[in-house]
């Protein structure tokens, strides 16, 4: 709270009137090059995206991650209240999702509530299913980590199994038609964890990231079941190809395959549309731009003791 | 808001109630096979853990974190107050967590109450140690740091200290048996600044961690003084040893000893029950996995230039 | 809440008295011995500054970061209070900078408020150009992301443009002369997307990160136009140079300068007063200290691929 | 935050399923009487309106009832976007006005929004007027208060001035043909002041309650200029007139008139569409169901003193 | 926020240390006198009651106070979501009630949970039967104001009916044995509405109060089928009886039974346990202090009209 | 939220820019009149008023207004850091009210910090003073109030209590200078309880007021030891006395005294500069304009019971 007390104390910004007027045409310059036939339309909410996952969270771990007071008894009246608010609710951002993205090629006319029903009656149709495949990954956190001491720790403090739990919510937007809202789910859990899952991503049963901080995970990457990364292992592309005008090449399979119960460690760079063979074993900090069969182990060249010479400080 | 007129829009979800069911059945079986004697304990609250932390925090440094308008006078008043409520809300988050570890060894009518207040007091009384440790951090981060242009710089921006401070409040509550509550608290850490330091690492005075992102150091790590890691270091284990059945073989020393006067560059990785020595210097990006002796110098094998063949991209 | 009923239950820490008296005892003394002339000086608050920095945002960007109830009509008189409002507690928050650097040196009775306010005012006028710059950012994110939607996707969801945004700010407020304010803001956004940009960086237009988490860029360094980093990267000074008293030897142009056109790949090192050509690739997981001429590619030696010997769990 | 520990403590309600049941059939009878055609219409919401009122009148007195960090500069932005946010917001809820007063005789097919922009277009328009008009009530109490220390003090803490404030406002709605809304404004009032004005009444300019608490100013009543009223004054119908079946006739005036100048004293009771002429003083405790002409002085009868026989306690 | 600078403003209290020390020997010796053996019980929690009451209406009437998200399909896990939620919060406060009154006779150490529970179990089970006649009081209204408009408004508006929902609650709780619970219900409505309801009064169906400011209905009042009050309305007991010590008789009924059908208008005072027959009618401001027979019509001696002496004027 | 869809729907107030031009000049137009030399100073906040009340009132009685979780060890650090804050509110809010008052007669320099940190520590040292009386209001009510159940009670419930400590707070407040504050704080109290107490009043210990709405005392009035009153007393002023040129007479003892031991039933009507003496008795609805020996006995005229002509409907 500003006290500005007796007029010696500057306390004024004159200038103010023709900054805001500046803003307002570089705003306007932006849109109209955008949305020439119109006002520009909604976006989609950052914040009801939040209210709106952690209601679908809370709905899959009552128990976890509802409220405190929840018992036996009470729990499904809080599931299907708290599942029909979400769902609404999800249904209008999928609406303004689908609006956004018709911008241009449409009329503005058109009534997307229909469509964006269907899609969101198709997520919710899918939510056992996600439960489902939640406890298959609950379960490998707690074999694949000695730490763990039950498997309600790990609901409710693995930075791993927030971001899967996220991951596998945003995979069924993006694969119902609702890309850039899974985008943003996915980055709201990668802002809590570190941890950067495109939901595009294929992801099998009993998936495991411990630590988790720096591992990004890429759009057409497809993992097996039981597979367990470390902190800061990339699943990336190769440089991107550009077509003949210097244009990115968009589309196509272009991340790793990682078979069944592959185990990654931590930073290690896996490259390209290579296949990981079933059960191989990736060490630490390697950079992988080629298949390797089923079995396989790869580890780093070892580096060298000598004298100093230059490090690592900012 | 969900604003729906006319009986055109599609606004309901019919098929709720069998979702609603389909999770009830979900969580039904999950808690069954667990808690097969009766219904499922109360969980630690992270909600209420944080909210803990926070006053803990306050407490502790009530200048930096307490409210704004504490005064000299007050200030004392402030802390005795926030100790007290923390403290007792700490202690009940301890009796569940001790009531969640004795879950099917126990008849579920043991009263966990009085050895939580055991463990609370205790607690409290190392306070007065903690915040002596966490000035000898502060000056090491102020003494490291060539941007450092005050020591309250440090306390209220720095994510080293922010990290380092809650894991000396979680390394006691490690040490007198709340491991997982401990664990909850450097989760909390990690997702706010991308430093996860196991609770139960040892960790000596003036310990200074810079930009730390990616940092992560295991279990049964041992620091000594006046030691100092940049972002990304990796202080490890190797590869789990698994027993005769394909178990892992948990407990037992896995993680280096770091001697006193040490400093990791960034995204050195140090893997192993090694030693590294006293006063030793280990460049960025350094894989590890062998002692070194007191004051070495490791640094990275050169990198090749060479023509372009492939990339990092996403 | 507590429930604390009969005698019998132990609630109460017979000991806090003490603790409080030993934690006021340490706070008395670390006080003393900087403030030895008088009583410590407010601090700048964490909370105040998230708010400010979070209405220049919403002020810059009313469309994605303002109320959601906005309207061209309305934007316009939001911008107006919502700057203006920032502005003041944006003064404050300068004041308290300046009067924290002033301690020791001053008699305790400056008035620093007409200072704060030249800066603020400065600040101010930077705002349509800090816009225009960000503008170039977020094109150059759409034209370097395969996976972009919309230029409005970016905005609301890209953890490189939320950290460039807040870059950006913090820059101006680091070159008027409130480099701790800076910091804090640049702290803010390294939580919230693991990007540590110090504020003293001179980067320019056309500027992404993506992915981003574990990027640390320092405080000397200086981008040119249409940089592209990946997660991951350094851009850091080489080990710091001690004086012959040992003691760290500050300032002086420790960090790179990347030229225009040049990318980065994930988990890259680029150390030291070294010059990247303009237009060089440099490839994932390199480790770089020396200059490279404009139009290198530089790539990481291949990895072995051999035997099990040692891996990177924790 | 209930605690149950323990199976002996009883802490569920078995019954729990049969009284949400019958709540549901009671529910679903009591909507099926009223609303046979179909789902039951959105109601105004009270919490919106509160907020929608909350900004109208900050709008119109920003110094005393917007934020507290205005100032000259910002104001207007201020009004602009509250007003702009705050009349959507009250389009919406005239909207839902409009269609459950339609409930019966509309197909459920009509868009009412085109009709509740009008509404609120004219409620805008007359703004500037109400704010005149409470600027003559302001100085009004002014002059009619020996206690009044400023004009501001009667703004931020008078009860009258605050409920005629929202009357004023509920008094366009009304007359716009938002009688609901504007009856739910009133009540807010009411809640808050204990003084309850219909927003059916007309009531001129330099209009002043003192105390104020259980005045009760009825639909029809009429009241001039400069006319002045204690606590616990009801200006009211005579009974209701039933008509041949014993229904309430309704609509009709019904109550008094109250001339320019008028003064009437705490608890009196004017009944009945009676005028109370010109500058007449009516005093405290007076039944009055007749007309008085101009000048007219009127007073209780005299009270006994006599020995005790009864009392008023509860 | 205070804020202040330079060491010549004064802003300690140093005789604040003094102060504390007194208000602790107040309450010190306040508690001694009172709670001799021990320390004072808990209080039931006003907040926590609000929020009770809240939650129950919002249970009763969902569509009038429920959030505004709630659809057909969703209503009745919200319902039973919310009742769960509230009555274990009430069987918290009925259990304090129970602990308090308890307190000087019991030892300290008696279980009042099963008898909070049984209470508890009871009031939930009349929920229904109290939906079901605040529906007749809610029908009252609609045909007792000729300027009602829908059920709808009576019910998110009318304050009569906001005080007959609360009292029927802490009406049912004072039958079963928490009447300082039901009181605290009680009066929390009387501040909201200026009606004071007693919950100890006995009301039958139809029950409506207009306007209702200053309407006070006393402890053993008993109300019988479609009654109408006005505002300020007292159904109040004579003076206290004293018993041969001078101390109030306590208990015993005191207050009017008003029989079917009668319609009390403002202002009326009515004293003792008298009977107003069946079909009465009581003029405003009547003072009433013997019974009536059935069909009496009551009114005020008619008022003087003199000259002007004297006012009421504050 | 506003979700307006399609171009057909009307959604802007294209006079919105003229309301809100119309709206500042009448502002301006305001402000120039009263505030000709220079920009309207500060205003008093109600909001920090409240929050200063409440913050008061849990010190007087934390066990009953503080934090749920006090327990005695942490109640002195509650109040010491409670008062501390609200004190340094406090103070602020009187400087305003001090500027506020010099407004005109001043020029604008003065400091009034200083003159509100005497008035501040002066209002502190009096709060064990209020707190006594206070103890004896509380026992007051519990021997007045057949239905009161425990002390604790009547502090956590009675709202004639929660006005008379909020009146005893606010007539320091005036007694020290501060008037419109303690105002402020008595409409704070006017409207949550409807009992209305100038804060300029003199009320002696044991003070008692049941039910309380519509209660009004006066600024002049002087009130003896363990007085009762019941709901609608008013203790007001004849008509005002107006000089010669009509203004109003201001100053001045103008209501009444009332000795010690005197009750006064619900509606009675006491008015002027005269005295009840001692122990008398004033009935319900009396209309007192004449002072009443000791021991007086006073109640209404007999009311007529006739035949059906008015009512009291609205």
Known sequence: ???????????SYP?????????SNLRRASQQRRYRNGRPPELPS????????DGLVASLYPRHFGPPELTIASTDGFVLYTLDKSLRALQEQIRRELQLAANGSDDGHTD?????????????????????????????????DPAAKSLDEIVFSYPGLAAILRYR???????????????????VAHSATGIDIHPGAEIGEGFFIDHGTGVVIGETAVIGKNVRLYQAVTL????????????LVKGGARHPIIEDDVVIYAGATVLGRITIGRGSVIGG??????????????TQAKPRSESFDDGGGI
């Open 1 to 11: 709270m500003t006290q500005l007390e007796n007029g010696s104390v500057p306390d």
């Open 15 to 23: 200038q103010l009137g023709g900054i805001v007027a500046d803003l």
């Open 46 to 53: 950052r914040d009801a995206t939040i209210e709106i996952i």
């Open 112 to 144: 997307f509530r229909p469509r964006a029903h269907e899609i969101t009656s198709a997520f919710a149709a899918a939510l056992p299913e996600v439960r489902a495949l939640l406890d298959t990954d609950i379960r490998a956190a707690y074999e694949g």
């Open 169 to 187: 919510l945003a995979h069924r937007l993006y694969g119902l038609g609702a890309p850039t809202l899974a985008r943003l789910v996915s980055e």
């Open 236 to 247: 990336g592309a190769k440089r991107f190809e550009l077509d003949e005008n210097g244009a």
């Open 285 to 298: 900090n390697v950079w992988l731009t080629h298949s390797v069969p089923p079995g396989s182990n790869i």
